[in-house]
């Protein structure tokens, strides 16, 4: 009647839920009635699915739908296609079980386990208010169902890009995948390296300090990769259903398939991302190249003289030199030293353990192209020992790696505090194992500073004592040594600068190159 098609004209907003594809040229109906009086042509991929006013021809399945509200519907219940009674309800599966009715574009739920399609719903007897529609959906306590007296009416609507949607999320979904398994399987090689590296090193607490790091950072990388697999998995039935989906002959079977591998992958997406983050906020907290880029240092720079390690490398006195056997000049490694001298430096105060990957064939942007593994060891160490420079409160580091692979990784380990230097004899040609002590640290400390060979510890006088038992790591240490969170928060990352800049501005406090003058340390 006039009367009811203005009350319906009042009840429905205007273009709510209508799709139109981008290739439609023809004027939309805006309202409810305007859509019933004037079916529109669906497109789908370009072309005529079905015509809503063509009894002959097949209809394309609806593909979405909106709530229109709470209202008393007035249509006889003969004119109803109810759902099956033992089907338990909620909105989506009554959706699914009208989206393909003959002339059904409407759907009404009432009483909380009741689901009908109508053509159309004849909405009298009542006001508008979802207040009224409280009673629960038999399939779903968080949803409502309509009343007792009142229903839930939800219009079907027709977009065509059932398909497109799920193609955008596939092509999202392997890029996802692409990338986290690019990420896992270089940040593999730090775990490689260290755990290689942790094996040769004859210094109890330096070993378990580094096995410790490699196995954080293992964990957290199999997790990432298994969700990475799990979400593999997923893109095959994504792959099988877009495959099947026919535009010219859609069923709603086939936009379901389509519709539940698409919401399935998504679950799965929603855990790699979950598991991704905790991995990728772990790696800027270690990040070496993030730590540097906020220091402003120059990683190309680095790389402009190699033929020598830093300066502050292998500080020891002068009775220490002679009671270990070295030459006298333990800077260039003590030539007559018994195989390879490895300096470490220990420490109960420890700032940051930090990570880096070098691709030797292709490096990163703003990365030396290096003619050798000789070239990276020395590179590398002059890199951790510039991050320890630019680094508040850093005193010494170890720089702790390999070339083995086919790239090659280390970590740069920096100490707030020295009290042991732990000199070991392992080593082979691939491997990074140096320590450095700032010249101004061992000045001040070197009376203070043990040095120990094996089992044997040597005071700066150069009296020796046994050491009963390894040292382990200090009591106040992080859980996992060196490879636990830092006792302060690590400088930069990829994540983004410290949440206070370091004191002295960008530059950091000036080098801490060694003091000359009497008691100066042998090198």
Known sequence: SPTQARDLESLVPRGRG???????????????????????????????????????????????????????????????????????????????????????????????????????????????????????????????????????IYEMHRCGDVTEAAEKDKKQIEALVEKWMFFTSRWEYVVSALTAEGKKIDVADIRQRVFGLASELEAKLSDTKAKVADLNEKLGPLDVALGAFSPEAATSEMMRAVEDAQAEAALFVAALEESAEDLRNFWDQHNLDGSMAFRSIDSKALADDLSHLSTDVNFMPKKVIEAIGCDGVPANGCDDFPDKLTYFVVGKKHLASLFQVYNPAKPIDGRPKLASAAEWKVWASKECHQMCIMTPGCVGGNAIGSSAGEMYAFTCNLKESVEVVALSKNGEASDLMTGFLFGSYYSLHQKDIKYRVADIVISADGSEQPALAPEGPPSNSPPGGEGGPPSKPPPGGEGGPPSKPPPGGEGGPPSKSSPGGEGGPYR
């Open 18 to 152: 209508f799709c139109l594809m981008q290739n439609d040229t023809a004027a939309a109906p805006k309202t409810f009635l305007q859509r019933r009086d004037n079916p529109v042509v669906s497109y789908v991929k370009g072309k005529i699915a079905a015509a809503e006013n063509n009894p002959e021809s097949k209809m394309l399945p609806f593909d979405g739908y909106f709530e229109m509200g709470c209202f008393a519907d007035s249509t006889p219940e003969e004119l109803w296609v109810k759902s099956p009674k033992n089907e338990a309800v909620t909105p989506k599966q009554c959706f699914n079980f009208c989206r393909d009715r003959p002339e059904a574009r409407f759907f009404g739920l009432t009483e909380g386990r009741v689901c009908y399609c109508v053509p159309y719903p004849t909405l009298s007897g009542g006001n508008g208010g979802s207040e009224q529609c409280t009673a629960v959906c038999s399939g779903d306590n968080t949803q409502f169902c309509g009343g007792m007296v009142k229903s839930s």
